[in-house]
């Protein structure tokens, strides 16, 4: 099964800002249609956590401690999707993965995302 591919992690200071990316491979992309995109996030020890989706139609859902700070975004054309991420905390600090259409779908390998305080 292909996975899809994030990018845009790395080291940024509190209070900064970065974006993720995520697109599929292009061995799927012209049969890569997905309804939902999404971002989760696992912690050392824990299990995966929501973060953010958004479906075809551009409608998002984002789980309550990244309201207001985090932005998801897709762009259909180019099938990616995005995760904009403002006003970074220590604890937002985890390995990021992008999702197709929930448990079924597609999954990334993640991308590590470390806030320093």
């Known amino acids: 099964q292909a996975q899809l591919v994030e990018s845009g992690g790395g080291l940024v200071q509190a209070g900064g800002s970065l974006t993720l990316s995520c697109r599929a491979p292009?061995?799927?992309?012209?049969?890569?249609?997905?309804?939902?995109l999404g971002w989760y996030r696992q912690f050392p020890g824990k299990q995966r956590e929501f973060v953010a989706t958004i479906t075809g139609r551009f409608e998002t859902n984002y789980a309550d401690f990244v309201k207001g700070r985090f932005t998801i975004s897709r762009d259909n054309s180019r099938k990616m999707v995005y995760l904009s991420m403002n006003n970074l905390k220590s604890d937002d600090t985890g390995v990021y993965y992008c999702n197709a259409d929930g448990n079924t779908g597609y999954w990334g390998q993640g991308t590590q995302v470390t806030v320093s305080s």
């Open positions: 292009r061995m799927i992309t012209s049969t890569f249609n997905p309804k939902t």
